[in-house]
């Protein structure tokens, strides 16, 4: 089946801070790849996607590579604010069956102090 | 363009009572899927709806269930609620079936006591 595992949390960083947040996944098939945040409260907002190896999907100064041999997707920020902390998600799917579901990570806490 | 809707942001049950919870989806997409979020996990997968009919289910129990109106809004409704069922319950609405982007509402929170 399809999973995703990413690095376990919580992460606290200082503002202006380097952020990567690891993300591996095993899938049947050719998943398109994306990155959830989830500020406190509040439903998920797509961040990035990436649908084919090599693209890198990029927002809001994060980005993060599809990279098939390691199957990873790794989120990272060169430098991070306080507005940024949030529980980020990984997560993938795989098309060409019947229906698109979304298989995701458990999630990474984000917390940067100021 | 109205994003997704969900409603109500919050509600208490007892267990052995029912639920139906709303969603409305974003302008001009016939495709609705519901995940339920436990606390400090990521959303698990229960039913997609595609133009009216049930298009896949994950690993849910029956008493989980689902319709999808004309306007493609949403219902997820759960019979015999458990304390197992408290969770945050998330609608995503999409383009149509095939298509890969999901656009999430705000969420209901559920708590069973």
């Known amino acids: 089946g399809n999973s995703v595992t990413q690095m376990e949390g919580p992460v606290t960083l200082s503002e202006e801070a380097f952020l990567t947040i690891n993300c591996t996944y095993t899938?049947?098939?050719?998943?398109?790849l994306f990155w959830y945040v989830q500020y406190p409260g509040e439903g998920l907002q797509l961040l990035l996607k990436a649908t084919k190896a090599d693209d890198k999907g990029s927002n809001k100064g994060f980005e993060a590579t599809y990279r098939k041999e390691t199957t990873s997707f790794h989120l990272e920020k060169g430098s991070v604010q306080v507005s940024d902390s949030a529980v980020y998600f990984c997560a993938l799917i795989v098309g060409g069956g019947s229906n698109y579901k979304l298989t995701f990570g458990k999630g990474t806490l984000l917390t940067v102090n100021p | 363009e109205t994003g997704v809707t969900q409603s109500p942001t919050h509600l208490i049950k007892t267990r052995g009572q029912q639920v139906t919870l709303r969603c409305s989806s974003q302008s001009g997409h016939n495709t609705v899927s519901w995940y339920q979020q436990a606390l400090g996990q990521g959303p698990q997968f229960i039913f997609q709806?595609?133009?009216?009919?049930?298009?896949g289910r994950g690993n849910f129990p029956p008493r989980f269930s689902g319709l999808q109106f004309p306007n493609y809004s949403s219902e997820l409704n759960v019979n015999a609620l458990e304390l197992d069922d408290s969770a945050l319950y998330l609608c995503?609405?999409?383009?149509?079936?095939?298509?890969?982007?999901?656009?999430f509402g705000p969420g209901t929170r559920l708590t069973v006591l």
């Open positions: 995503a609405s999409s383009l149509d079936s095939h298509t890969d982007t999901q656009y």
């Open positions: 709806y595609y133009r009216e009919e049930e298009n």
């Open positions: 899938a049947t098939g050719y998943p398109s």
